[in-house]
Protein backbone atom coordinates (compact mmCIF):
# COMPACT_ATOMS: atom_id res chain seq x y z
CA UNK A 1 0.00 0.00 0.00
CA UNK A 2 1.63 3.53 -1.28
CA UNK A 3 2.19 6.11 0.96
CA UNK A 4 2.13 9.54 0.32
CA UNK A 5 3.88 10.53 -2.64
CA UNK A 6 5.13 13.54 -3.40
CA UNK A 7 6.88 15.10 -6.67
CA UNK A 8 9.55 16.28 -7.53
CA UNK A 9 11.79 15.23 -5.07
CA UNK A 10 14.28 18.46 -5.57
CA UNK A 11 13.93 21.64 -7.90
CA UNK A 12 15.92 24.74 -8.31
CA UNK A 13 14.21 27.82 -9.43
CA UNK A 14 14.78 31.79 -8.97
CA UNK A 15 13.69 34.47 -7.83
CA UNK A 16 10.13 35.78 -9.46
CA UNK A 17 9.52 32.10 -10.68
CA UNK A 18 6.51 30.14 -9.92
CA UNK A 19 6.77 26.14 -8.80
CA UNK A 20 4.12 23.92 -8.55
CA UNK A 21 4.70 20.68 -6.43
CA UNK A 22 2.52 17.50 -6.29
CA UNK A 23 1.30 15.14 -3.55
CA UNK A 24 -0.73 11.64 -3.99
CA UNK A 25 -2.28 10.73 -0.42
CA UNK A 26 -2.43 7.39 1.22
CA UNK A 27 -5.33 5.33 -0.03
CA UNK A 28 -8.60 6.14 2.02
CA UNK A 29 -7.08 9.67 3.08
CA UNK A 30 -9.22 12.14 1.78
CA UNK A 31 -7.75 15.17 3.51
CA UNK A 32 -4.53 16.66 2.42
CA UNK A 33 -2.30 19.43 4.10
CA UNK A 34 1.00 21.16 3.60
CA UNK A 35 3.32 22.02 5.45
CA UNK A 36 6.88 24.38 4.30
CA UNK A 37 9.99 23.19 7.07
CA UNK A 38 13.10 25.19 7.02
CA UNK A 39 16.04 24.26 7.28
CA UNK A 40 16.56 23.60 11.02
CA UNK A 41 13.16 23.98 11.70
CA UNK A 42 9.84 22.38 12.88
CA UNK A 43 7.34 22.07 9.75
CA UNK A 44 4.57 25.42 10.13
CA UNK A 45 1.23 24.52 8.61
CA UNK A 46 0.53 25.86 5.19
CA UNK A 47 -3.20 25.30 4.09
CA UNK A 48 -5.23 21.96 4.04
CA UNK A 49 -7.94 20.70 1.58
CA UNK A 50 -11.48 18.61 1.76
CA UNK A 51 -13.94 17.73 -0.55
CA UNK A 52 -11.45 20.18 -3.24
CA UNK A 53 -11.68 23.30 -0.92
CA UNK A 54 -9.63 25.16 1.21
CA UNK A 55 -10.43 24.68 4.96
CA UNK A 56 -7.78 25.77 6.95
CA UNK A 57 -4.93 28.00 6.11
CA UNK A 58 -1.55 29.18 7.99
CA UNK A 59 0.24 32.62 8.49
CA UNK A 60 1.40 32.45 5.01
CA UNK A 61 0.75 34.80 2.08
CA UNK A 62 -1.26 34.55 -0.54
CA UNK A 63 1.25 34.01 -2.83
CA UNK A 64 1.32 30.44 -1.60
CA UNK A 65 -2.16 28.75 -3.00
CA UNK A 66 -3.37 25.41 -3.71
CA UNK A 67 -5.91 22.96 -5.30
CA UNK A 68 -7.30 19.72 -4.44
CA UNK A 69 -8.61 16.72 -7.04
CA UNK A 70 -11.29 14.87 -7.36
CA UNK A 71 -9.16 11.76 -6.62
CA UNK A 72 -7.72 13.55 -3.81
CA UNK A 73 -4.40 14.43 -4.91
CA UNK A 74 -3.18 18.22 -4.91
CA UNK A 75 -0.69 20.85 -5.69
CA UNK A 76 0.72 23.33 -4.21
CA UNK A 77 1.40 26.64 -5.78
CA UNK A 78 4.28 29.25 -4.74
CA UNK A 79 4.56 32.41 -6.91
CA UNK A 80 6.44 34.98 -7.26
CA UNK A 81 9.69 33.10 -5.36
CA UNK A 82 11.95 34.71 -2.83
CA UNK A 83 15.29 33.20 -1.41
CA UNK A 84 13.34 32.92 2.00
CA UNK A 85 10.75 30.40 0.27
CA UNK A 86 13.71 27.88 0.58
CA UNK A 87 13.05 25.04 2.22
CA UNK A 88 11.27 21.05 2.44
CA UNK A 89 7.55 21.16 1.43
CA UNK A 90 5.41 18.23 3.08
CA UNK A 91 2.34 17.07 2.33
CA UNK A 92 0.33 15.21 4.81
CA UNK A 93 -3.09 13.23 4.56
CA UNK A 94 -5.87 11.87 6.82
CA UNK A 95 -9.06 11.39 6.90
CA UNK A 96 -11.73 13.11 8.54
CA UNK A 97 -12.68 11.87 11.86
CA UNK A 98 -15.82 12.55 13.25
CA UNK A 99 -15.39 11.17 16.61
CA UNK A 100 -13.06 11.97 19.83
CA UNK A 101 -10.01 11.22 19.44
CA UNK A 102 -6.37 12.21 17.17
CA UNK A 103 -6.68 12.49 13.61
CA UNK A 104 -3.07 11.42 12.57
CA UNK A 105 -1.29 12.31 9.93
CA UNK A 106 0.68 10.74 7.19
CA UNK A 107 3.55 12.68 5.97
CA UNK A 108 5.46 12.33 2.39
CA UNK A 109 9.41 12.64 1.78
CA UNK A 110 8.70 16.21 0.89
CA UNK A 111 9.71 18.53 -1.42
CA UNK A 112 13.16 20.08 -1.08
CA UNK A 113 12.93 23.62 -3.23
CA UNK A 114 15.77 26.06 -3.59
CA UNK A 115 15.49 29.50 -4.69
CA UNK A 116 18.74 31.29 -6.44
CA UNK B 1 -1.84 31.08 19.48
CA UNK B 2 -1.00 27.43 20.00
CA UNK B 3 2.85 26.68 20.77
CA UNK B 4 5.40 23.81 21.40
CA UNK B 5 8.94 24.54 23.00
CA UNK B 6 11.50 21.27 22.82
CA UNK B 7 14.60 21.38 24.38
CA UNK B 8 17.20 22.42 22.34
CA UNK B 9 19.54 20.46 20.88
CA UNK B 10 21.48 18.27 19.71
CA UNK B 11 21.69 15.62 22.00
CA UNK B 12 24.27 12.84 22.21
CA UNK B 13 24.46 9.98 23.89
CA UNK B 14 26.06 6.45 24.11
CA UNK B 15 24.55 3.43 22.94
CA UNK B 16 22.33 2.10 26.02
CA UNK B 17 21.84 5.32 28.03
CA UNK B 18 18.60 6.53 29.21
CA UNK B 19 17.25 9.23 26.70
CA UNK B 20 14.79 12.01 28.05
CA UNK B 21 13.67 15.05 25.30
CA UNK B 22 11.22 17.48 27.34
CA UNK B 23 8.64 19.25 25.45
CA UNK B 24 6.06 22.01 26.90
CA UNK B 25 3.20 23.43 25.14
CA UNK B 26 0.72 26.35 25.66
CA UNK B 27 -2.65 25.57 23.82
CA UNK B 28 -6.47 26.49 24.10
CA UNK B 29 -8.51 24.11 25.13
CA UNK B 30 -7.60 20.22 24.92
CA UNK B 31 -5.00 19.79 22.28
CA UNK B 32 -4.04 15.77 20.84
CA UNK B 33 0.15 15.65 21.65
CA UNK B 34 2.38 13.78 19.34
CA UNK B 35 5.65 13.03 18.87
CA UNK B 36 7.06 12.49 15.24
CA UNK B 37 10.66 11.30 14.07
CA UNK B 38 12.65 12.59 11.05
CA UNK B 39 15.27 10.37 9.97
CA UNK B 40 18.15 11.58 7.34
CA UNK B 41 16.21 12.27 3.98
CA UNK B 42 13.35 11.67 4.99
CA UNK B 43 9.54 12.54 5.90
CA UNK B 44 8.22 12.43 9.57
CA UNK B 45 7.26 9.30 10.46
CA UNK B 46 4.37 9.06 13.67
CA UNK B 47 6.17 7.96 16.93
CA UNK B 48 3.61 8.07 19.62
CA UNK B 49 0.51 10.09 20.58
CA UNK B 50 -1.60 10.81 23.76
CA UNK B 51 -5.05 12.41 23.13
CA UNK B 52 -6.24 13.13 26.62
CA UNK B 53 -4.81 13.79 30.20
CA UNK B 54 -2.55 11.27 31.77
CA UNK B 55 -2.63 9.22 28.71
CA UNK B 56 0.88 7.54 28.11
CA UNK B 57 1.57 6.87 24.38
CA UNK B 58 4.20 4.42 23.32
CA UNK B 59 5.97 2.80 20.64
CA UNK B 60 9.18 1.30 19.52
CA UNK B 61 10.33 1.47 23.54
CA UNK B 62 9.90 5.56 23.52
CA UNK B 63 7.20 6.39 25.64
CA UNK B 64 5.42 9.81 26.67
CA UNK B 65 2.56 11.01 29.24
CA UNK B 66 0.16 13.98 28.61
CA UNK B 67 0.43 15.76 31.75
CA UNK B 68 -2.31 18.49 31.72
CA UNK B 69 -1.24 20.30 35.16
CA UNK B 70 2.07 20.77 33.86
CA UNK B 71 1.72 21.18 30.09
CA UNK B 72 4.21 18.82 28.87
CA UNK B 73 4.96 15.64 27.03
CA UNK B 74 8.27 14.66 27.85
CA UNK B 75 10.00 11.76 25.62
CA UNK B 76 12.24 8.95 27.46
CA UNK B 77 13.52 5.69 26.36
CA UNK B 78 15.51 3.79 28.43
CA UNK B 79 18.15 2.43 26.31
CA UNK B 80 19.01 3.96 22.81
CA UNK B 81 20.45 2.51 20.14
CA UNK B 82 22.44 3.48 17.29
CA UNK B 83 19.35 3.21 15.15
CA UNK B 84 17.65 6.02 17.43
CA UNK B 85 19.67 8.65 15.71
CA UNK B 86 17.38 11.40 14.22
CA UNK B 87 15.61 14.79 14.57
CA UNK B 88 12.75 13.82 16.96
CA UNK B 89 9.79 16.77 16.92
CA UNK B 90 6.60 17.50 19.32
CA UNK B 91 3.73 18.33 18.04
CA UNK B 92 0.00 19.62 19.25
CA UNK B 93 -3.18 19.01 17.20
CA UNK B 94 -5.54 21.39 17.81
CA UNK B 95 -9.30 21.11 17.65
CA UNK B 96 -10.37 24.24 15.51
CA UNK B 97 -11.81 23.58 12.36
CA UNK B 98 -14.28 21.04 13.42
CA UNK B 99 -12.49 17.62 12.74
CA UNK B 100 -9.91 18.80 10.39
CA UNK B 101 -6.93 18.77 12.40
CA UNK B 102 -3.62 20.83 11.98
CA UNK B 103 -0.37 20.10 13.84
CA UNK B 104 1.64 22.41 15.46
CA UNK B 105 5.46 21.77 15.77
CA UNK B 106 8.57 22.25 17.85
CA UNK B 107 11.72 23.49 16.10
CA UNK B 108 13.49 19.58 16.76
CA UNK B 109 15.65 18.22 18.67
CA UNK B 110 18.94 16.20 16.65
CA UNK B 111 19.38 12.95 18.85
CA UNK B 112 22.64 10.94 17.94
CA UNK B 113 23.71 7.80 19.30
CA UNK B 114 27.55 6.94 19.21
CA UNK B 115 27.91 2.77 19.37
Known amino acids: DAGVTQSPTHLIKTRGQQVTLRCSPK?????VSWYQQALGQGPQFIFQ???????QRGNFPDRFSGHQFPNYSSELNVNALLLGDSALYLC???????????????FGAGSRLTVL | GDSVTQMEGPVTLSEEAFLTINCTYT??????LFWYVQYPGEGLQLLLK?????DKGSNKGFEATYRKETTSFHLEKGSVQVSDSAVYFC??????????????FGKGTLLTVNP
Open chain 1, 92 to 106: ASSWVTRGAGANVLT
Open chain 1, 49 to 55: YYEEEER
Open chain 1, 27 to 31: SGHDT
Open chain 2, 27 to 32: ATGYPS
Open chain 2, 50 to 54: ATKAD
Open chain 2, 91 to 104: ALSDRSGGSNYKLT
